[in-house]
């Protein structure tokens, strides 16, 4: 059977699991004309047809960037046709053929060839057709590193914050994820980002991460996208072209599937942040983020119900998409008040409907 043509070794990494320590959150913007109010702080209101008064929103509580880290990086966009030259062992393990790969790879990496040092390290490190081997795959990753293979120096620098296979050595990792992010790994690019926001508090931190951020999400990671729509819109110094792109941005990170994008982007179009109100597309990006489960999505849906913003005015369902953040834990006197003033069959109406609902 033919080797494909097979792209160089470091796209195998694109998607891994990023293991740097957490910081605090990207600060959000603040909508000077909201329609939505933050839950627990709106007053009591009971079901109506009109548009509720403006107040401000404060940033979203669902699952920001610094919470992502530890969690498996989006996978990135499908890569361009490959007309370079074909790697034979690479080819190999594109197909399943692991073994094959590692044979093809092995003479490569004895004589210090990085790609294939990397190939190795990734089939020891998951086990792909041999007993998995975390000591002898850090060994492999950590050739490459030294060899300069970005994707490589990524791997490496996250095994060496674990401490698996080899002893933890954070300044070391802290180097290879510098090094790995300037080499353009996109992954490390947002990781490197990351710890920059984490040890540098402020706008300083952000305007230092800015540029790792924005590399990155060119590249399709869509916690990355997710940083910059959020940096754009709260640095108060970036030029206008880039603060006009920040709702562009947010619809990327939701539609990749990031739920707290989709949140904030529901917020920013019934808010109108970053370009003109809609409150069609709000109610939608909400309500498809809380039937991914996103609990203050399902809060904020309850009032877009309850005020028949973006959708009519529905006390059922308003009343299910409360019932459901509240077991979740978000309190919100004034939805407990509406869902205290309806009537027993629309609560009975809500709780079954809540009882059926799955995450979508």
Not at 350 to 357: D, G, V
């Amino acid at each position: 059977m033919p080797i494909l043509p097979a792209r160089p070794l470091k796209y195998i990494l694109a998607s891994v699991t990023a293991l740097v320590a957490a910081g605090p959150n990207v600060a959000l913007a603040q909508a000077p004309d909201s329609v939505i109010s933050q839950p627990g702080t709106a007053p009591a209101s009971t079901f109506r047809t009109d548009r509720p008064s403006a107040s401000d929103v404060g940033p979203s509580d669902g699952v920001g960037v610094f919470d992502r880290m530890g969690a498996k990086l989006p996978d990135l966009p499908p890569e361009k046709d490959y007309k370079g030259p074909i790697d034979e062992a690479y080819g190999a393990f594109q197909r399943g053929y692991y073994l094959t790969a590692m044979d093809k790879a092995l003479p490569r990496a004895q004589l210090g060839d990085p790609a294939a040092q990397t190939l190795i390290g990734e089939i020891l490190s998951q086990g792909l057709g041999v007993k998995k081997d975390v000591k002898n795959a850090a060994f492999w990753y950590g050739k490459a590193a030294e060899g300069g293979d970005a994707a490589a120096m990524f791997k490496y620098a996250l095994i060496l914050m674990e401490g698996e296979g080899v002893p933890r050595d954070k300044v070391k990792a802290d180097d290879y994820m510098h090094k790995a992010a300037e080499g353009g790994n996109p992954s490390a690019e947002f990781n490197w980002a990351q710890l920059l926001v984490a040890d540098n508090p402020g706008e300083k931190g952000l305007k230092l991460a800015l540029p790792f951020y924005e590399k990155s999400a060119e590249q399709g990671i869509a916690d990355s996208q997710y940083a910059v729509a959020q940096i754009y819109a709260t640095l108060k110094d970036l030029p206008e072209e880039k603060k006009k792109l920040a709702r562009e941005w947010m619809a990327r990170a939701a539609r990749a599937g990031f739920d707290t994008a989709q949140l904030d982007l529901g917020i920013w179009l019934v808010n109108g942040v970053g370009g003109p109100k809609d409150y069609v597309k709000g109610f939608e990006w909400l309500k498809l983020a809380a039937n991914g489960g996103n609990v203050v999505a399902q809060n904020k849906l309850a009032h877009l119900y309850i005020n028949a913003i973006g959708t009519a005015p529905n006390p059922v369902e308003a009343a299910k998409w409360y019932v459901l953040s509240r077991r979740a834990g978000l309190a919100d006197p004034s939805l407990e008040d509406f869902y205290l003033g309806i009537e027993d069959d629309q609560q009975k109406a809500a709780i079954e409907a809540a009882n059926k609902f799955r995450r979508r």
